[in-house]
């Protein structure tokens, strides 16, 4: 799945498009917070962490509809 590095604002909320394919827009300045996009277009805010020792661990928050 790629990942866009770019700051998450208000514009960049309203330009994601279903492009085919799950993406990852990840923020610069706010570590482990992101959107996903799924292929058709649905968006869900989520946090990427980690436990000391422990594996990768992505947590969904909710819907970009629920959020906004």
Do not use: C, H, S
């Amino acid at each position: 799945m790629p990942a866009i590095w770019e700051r998450i604002t208000q514009t960049t909320l309203n330009n994601l498009k279903a492009t085919g394919f799950t993406y990852v827009t990840k923020d610069n300045d706010l570590n482990g917070f992101g959107i996903k996009v799924t292929a058709k277009g649905q968006a869900t805010y989520i946090v990427v962490a980690r436990i000391k020792g422990g594996r990768t661990t992505r947590i969904t928050q909710g819907g970009f509809d629920t959020l906004r």
